[in-house]
């Protein structure tokens, strides 16, 4: 796999196999598939691509060491195999011709990261905001404005927004380890229904749990009010109901849109997506 990814890179392309020995390259769909439909089962995939990935369109991928690369389609579908590729064994063969950019992990947005873990070949993604984000990047790493990223998809555009759930709990977990409360990382799984993880002070050796809430998913403090813990609880539209309880802390959307403007260290999608908002307003 790390040749075949190596492979690409070279020559510039992203695809797939369904190698046929009778051709080695073709732009016509109708000669690779009359034979290539007597060798394969299922030929969904190149037909998938044939059909939906156009020029200027943008891709995400990724090598075997986990590193993100965005590329930007040059052609449609082709059937292409070189002399190198055959003598290699490489199994590509239904491609599309990119140019690449390399990313490193803290630009890749959430929602992209995810797309990855089924096991499918090649997705579309369709969430507005990973739509956006990918051409505003495109963009900044290209040094053009290639692309027109409307924000005005997105109900209400603000930086919370634009960040995806996973995001937004990241953001939590750095700002409460900026005010010295330290994330136990044993206690982030995905099996902890009523809290995302647990956190200590090292000053008074409290422990608390935090749950993090987006959009309009309310959190009601009354639900917390007799656990024997401290609770930190972060609602990103400030959608908190019920009464002050001395063990519950609710921290507030201004708390976290502070922390964002003002803290140059964190991870470059908080600071891209916050210059995609200012593009936007400039725009108005």
């Not at 053009?144 to 555009?157: E, H, T, V």
């Not at 993880?197 to 090292?202: A, C, D, K, M, T």
Request: glycine share 6%; with cysteine; charged share 25%.
């Amino acid at each position: 796999m790390a040749d075949t990814f190596a492979y690409c890179l070279k020559q510039g392309i992203l695809g797939v196999g369904w190698l046929v020995d009778e051709i080695q390259e073709t732009a016509d769909w109708d000669t690779f598939y009359k034979v290539a439909v007597n060798i394969h089962k299922d030929l969904k995939t190149c037909a998938y691509i044939r059909e939906r990935v156009q020029k200027d369109d943008l891709v995400w991928t990724r090598d075997t060491q986990g590193n993100y690369y965005l590329a930007r389609v040059l052609s449609g579908w082709e059937y292409f195999t070189t002399n190198e590729s055959k003598d290699s064994g490489i199994d590509i063969g239904n491609i599309f011709r990119v140019t690449f950019e390399r990313l490193t992990i803290d630009e890749v947005p959430g929602k992209v990261v995810a797309c990855f873990r089924p096991n499918r070949t090649i997705q579309a993604i369709h969430d507005p905001t990973a739509v956006a984000y990918t051409k505003f990047i495109w963009n900044r790493k290209t040094g053009g404005a290639i692309y027109k990223f409307d924000l005005k998809l997105i109900d209400n555009p603000d930086i919370f927004s634009l960040l995806d759930s996973e995001e937004v709990e990241d953001l939590v977990f750095l700002y409460l380890q900026s005010q010295r409360w330290y994330v136990v990382p044993n206690s982030r799984k995905a099996d902890k229904i009523a809290f995302e993880y647990e956190v200590i002070s090292p000053e008074t050796g409290k422990h608390a749990q935090v749950q993090v809430k987006t959009g309009n998913t309310s959190l009601n403090v009354d639900e917390y009010r007799n656990m024997t813990f401290p609770v930190i609880l972060f609602q990103s539209n400030d959608r908190y109901h019920g009464k002050p309880t001395p063990n519950v802390t609710c921290i507030s959307r201004g708390e976290l849109e502070g922390f964002l403007k003002q803290t140059e260290w964190l991870p470059a999608r908080y600071r891209h997506k916050m210059n995609m908002l200012n593009a936007l307003d400039e725009e108005e």
